[in-house]
């Protein structure tokens, strides 16, 4: 098991329920139960089992001389909330049905459809596989008793060490027929980052698939016009993933010079 491993198992077991002596800890250890408090409840008030995903250390990712931030020590588990048990209350349950009814109308497994549903913060996340994206948003806007016919918008998500779903888009819907919201989440790996597009569906999200590209690195196939919105054609990379470096150029102004984040000296 590699060091990162040991991280994240460390993490996890500080983030879920569990009984241990109290005495001294080491500061890696204080700051990763510190970080674990700050998880959702369960539905009776207990601590819900997180799926810990990555151990971040420090502030902005600098490592080295360049964090001036007085951060360098900060631990924080990167935890996902879990799959969510039936009922799920309220109108989720309502809207899941009517998705697996027609899923199963076309005989697509709605299992293999449909990676998981969160129920977290009184909100509704349904994970589903890339590859039915499109065929669900449709019925998502189409269907009476669905009728989600706004999307605000798509974002990227970078988690590096969530291992071939290292590329998050985060679809939010809105029903103005039944005043509902909805949270639509695919994923995929750095090595393949496509996703089809939604444009057709959800003409607004032209741009804001554009910029998600731009940013983030997701190819959301189908576009019309897929490139650059904040950034140089030609530019290489995508600065809003977390493994982006954190340089620059120097930055003159009335005579003085800022020099790159990266390089900055540390006056710990």
């Not at 539905?43 to 902005?60: A, N, S």
């Not at 974002?155 to 809105?174: I, K, M, Q, T, W």
């Not at 959800?202 to 950034?231: K, M």
Request: aromatic share 6%; hydrophobic share 35%; net charge negative.
């Amino acid at each position: 098991m590699s060091e990162r491993d040991d991280e994240k198992k460390s993490a996890a077991d500080t983030v879920k329920p569990g009984t241990g002596e109290v005495g001294a800890q080491s500061t890696t250890s204080a700051a990763l139960e510190a970080g674990g408090q700050n998880v959702p409840a369960g539905p009776r008030g207990g601590r819900t089992q997180l799926e810990v995903v990555d151990v971040r250390r420090g502030m902005f990712g600098v490592h080295g001389s360049g964090d001036t931030s007085g951060f360098g020590g900060l631990v924080s588990p990167v935890a996902m909330p879990p799959a969510s048990e039936r009922p799920y209350g309220g109108w989720f349950d309502e809207v899941v049905d009517v998705l697996v009814e027609l899923l199963e109308g076309e005989g697509i497994d709605p299992d293999a459809a449909i990676e998981k549903v969160v129920v977290d913060r009184g909100e509704l996340t349904i994970f589903l596989s890339r590859e039915h994206l499109r065929r669900v948003a449709q019925w998502l806007r189409d269907d009476q008793d669905l009728r989600f016919e706004l999307c605000l918008g798509v974002s990227g998500v970078h988690f590096p060490n969530d291992v071939d779903r290292e590329l998050h888009a985060v679809y939010h819907l809105l029903s103005l027929t039944h005043s509902r919201q909805l949270r639509i989440e695919v994923t995929c790996p750095d090595a393949d980052p496509h996703v089809p597009t939604l444009v057709d569906v959800y003409p607004g999200n032209d741009w804001h698939e554009r910029e998600t590209w731009d940013l983030i690195g997701i190819v959301f196939d189908g576009h019309p016009s897929l490139a650059r919105t904040a950034l140089p054609d030609d530019w290489v990379g995508h600065p809003q993933r977390k493994d982006y470096p954190l340089g620059g150029i120097p930055v003159e102004y009335k005579g003085a010079t800022v020099p790159p984040p990266d390089t900055r000296r540390s006056y710990s």
